[in-house]
């Protein structure tokens, strides 16, 4: 038999006040602009697959944030992640809300920052999405993809 050791989800999934007295410390300046560099904002509901998918993002060298779709917006207006990975859900919905905020912070940056991946269970197009990675997750595919929309230069003055 094959054992799996999940981290606790404690550790993950703390309160945003926590979670930003934690980053504060540790978290790199922004840039002119205001974006922080390295810092990725990952927002859904199943604990599993944010757990995966920050492990992945950590792999790539990266520091995050893990929240609720219903924190999502609040604190996208408090950070400037320079890549924001989206949770569709089973149904590709859980984070439906988030789009007009998304959209409004890419309006205003430059070189639309943040960049915005979105995981699916279909290959439903969106005009926030820069792009769709089908679920399950895998690290070889989703790593890639993450290494890539991060090292987008951030937007200049």
Known sequence: TTEIYLFPYTTLFRSVAEEFDTRSVAAPAPTERGVVPHLI???????????????????????HICVSPEEGEAVLLKTSPILAIL????????????????????????????????????????????????????????????????????PQG
Do not use: H
């Open 41 to 63: 904002l990952i927002i859904g509901r199943s604990r599993i697959n944010t757990i995966v998918v920050s492990k992945i993002v950590e792999r790539c060298g990266m520091r």
């Open 87 to 154: 949770d569709g859900g089973s149904d590709n919905r859980d984070c439906e809300a988030l789009m007009r905020p998304l959209r409004q912070r890419r309006a205003e940056a430059s070189r639309m920052l943040p960049a915005v991946i979105l995981l699916s269970t279909s290959a439903l197009r969106r005009d926030t999405v820069d792009a769709i990675v089908a679920k399950p997750i895998l690290p070889e595919v989703l790593q890639p993809v993450v290494s890539r929309l991060a090292a987008r230069p951030p």
